[in-house]
């Protein structure tokens, strides 16, 4: 699942904040925040620009591939199209596979959630959904005693799942019930306002000249004053309406099935090709946006600045609107290296991964490339020490992990306590290191620009700046590289911040040192970055 942050209402509904100005305010604010300097601009980016203006001014570097495997992108947006990568030994449209690499036409990427006659995988269930599913008629009614030893990990599988899924189902039914009343209040609200001012269009002046002493009417003008001072429209509370209604009828639906439309086997790795070339797919919104973040134009007198300043941008679409599956996720990455991909973007992830063996193969196969794989560490708030989200680089059953594998924060442009995200994940032991991951502006489809949260966003961070090493330090390794961004990230290590998970709370309680969050306790830091990798190289 990508990592969609939806917190504007998250905060409305669970604490009743005002959250959000005008958009064109913010976007002044948030624009390119994430590669300003600390001691310049007082902000905690990444020294992007420095690092361009003082040492990588009049220097040669090579093209990158990075592979995007994600929703798909917009290969159109006007900020990225010259930054696309085209296969070059394909022939475009002429349903053969010129290159020979097993994919027919795969001009720009290649897409795991379609097929060649145009239809596609947008929503899927989650895999708690899918486990709970697959088990129940065998294990619904079976005692833990009464359970063959071979069934064990199955069973126990199965009992968590089915916990899960009832949590969250119960959860998502009691989020539909108050979304819908706040869509309903709001609604209600609008027209009893429209109809008192007889105007269809009402302005903030139009609301506080209203006198009345009718308690419905007041109530409806107090609730039409908060959505109009918090900068909210009708269209997002209805995306929101949507997104809740999406839980319960596609990923928490046991009857829910898209998968057909393939043709495939999600549990076999059978090496029959699926898929289509298709590869921005119904909503490439989250890749889109992951994309511009590695590499729009820079200085192009558009959007944003992305960091990396000479790279080729891959789209894998292999992630739905719920669970990816891990057959995909393998081949994606596979594909990502066969085709020449440096370094992998992944900025998704899932509670379950039923058939985890056939990722830790790709991951492993990446390794012997010495692809670099970037993962988003989650936004759920939590320790993944304790709880892993997956793919995660610790092998089935086993205490190795992946030597190829950063897993990444978010972190926010506020120094001090609110250093890290809210809603990021960490991890001592699990998570390397944090990068900008809230309010970033980046693409929209259609040649438009929004701006988003999430570790989704902190991922592509590190996977630019892992690209702009590789760029102009090509001799660099994938350890290398990955040594290099630990070490010279901006050490906030003593810093006293608040442990991500207040979500739901005004009140913070908790505060740690930032080391406790990650390996390092760094924020990337690109200008340092580039200082190390020149010591390196020349050294070398
Ligand atoms: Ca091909
Ligand atoms: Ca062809
Ligand atoms: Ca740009």
């Known amino acids: 699942m990508v990592f969609r942050i939806l917190f504007l209402f998250s905060f409305i509904i669970s604490t009743g904040l005002v959250a959000q100005k005008a958009l064109d305010e913010a976007e002044q604010r948030l624009l390119n925040w994430h590669n300003k300097d600390l001691v310049t601009d ?10 361009y203006n003082e040492l990588l001014k009049g220097k040669k570097s090579n093209t990158v591939i990075v592979g995007i495997i994600d929703s798909g992108v917009d290969t159109d947006h006007e900020d990225i199209k010259d930054n696309i990568w085209v296969n ?247 594909y990502a290296v066969d085709n020449g991909a440096s370094i992998i973007n992944m900025s998704f992830g899932k509670g379950f991964s039923p058939e985890k063996p056939l990722v830790d193969e790709a991951v492993k196969y990446a390794e012997t490339k010495g692809v670099l794989l970037i993962h988003a560490a989650g936004n759920d708030a939590q320790n993944t020490d304790k709880d892993p989200s997956f793919p995660s680089p610790y092998y089935y059953h086993s205490k190795t992990a992946a030597s190829n594998w950063m897993s990444i924060g978010a972190s926010t442009m506020q120094k001090g306590a609110m250093l890290p995200a809210f809603f990021s994940n960490y991890g001592r032991k699990t998570v390397d290191v944090f990068a900008p991951g809230h309010e970033i502006y980046s693409l929209k489809p259609g040649n438009l620009y929004e701006a988003n949260s999430g570790t989704s966003m902190a991922a592509p961070m590190v996977t630019g700046l892992a690209a702009l090493l590789k760029s102009y330090y090509p001799q660099l390794t994938c350890s290398q590289i990955i040594d290099i961004i630990m070490k010279s990230g901006t050490n906030f290590r003593s810093e006293k911040v608040n442990v991500p998970g207040s979500r739901k709370s005004k009140i913070v309680t908790k505060k740690v040192p930032f080391k406790k969050l990650s390996k390092t306790g760094k924020v990337i830091n690109v200008y340092q970055a580039v200082k190390m990798a020149e010591q390196i190289t020349t050294r070398q």
């Open 42 to 51: 007082s902000i905690p980016g990444m020294s992007t620009e420095k690092a």
């Open 88 to 334: 070059s030994k394909e022939i475009a449209g002429n349903g053969v596979d010129d290159d020979k690499n097993g994919y027919i036409d795969d001009i720009n990427g290649w897409s795991f959630l379609s097929n060649t006659k145009d239809q596609c995988i947008d929503r899927e269930t989650l895999e708690m959904t899918r486990i709970y599913k697959k088990f129940a008629s065998r294990y619904e009614n079976m005692k833990a005693e009464d359970v063959k030893s071979t069934e064990k990990y199955d069973y126990e599988l199965y009992q968590k799942a089915k916990k899960e899924f009832i949590k969250k189902l119960s959860e998502a039914k009691s989020e539909e019930n108050s979304v819908k009343t706040f869509y309903n209040n709001f609604t209600t609200s609008d027209s009893l306002v429209k109809a008192y001012l007889k105007k269809d269009s009402v302005t903030l002046e139009d609301l506080n000249g209203i006198v009345t002493e009718d308690e419905k009417l007041k109530k409806a003008v107090k609730m039409q004053t908060f959505l109009k001072e918090s900068g909210m429209q009708k269209e997002e509370i209805k995306k929101y309406v949507d997104h809740v209604d999406d839980k319960l009828n596609y990923n928490l639906n046991v009857e829910f099935n898209p998968r057909t439309l393939l043709g495939d086997n999600p549990e076999v790795m059978d090496g029959k090709p699926y898929g289509s070339n298709d590869c921005q797919g119904p909503d490439p919104g989250h890749g889109t946006h992951v994309a511009g973040i590695v590499g729009a134009g820079r200085k192009n007198g558009k959007g944003l600045d992305g960091i990396a300043d000479n790279v080729k941008i891959m789209s894998v679409r292999a992630v739905p609107d719920g669970d990816e599956r891990d057959k995909d996720i393998a081949l994606a990455i596979r």
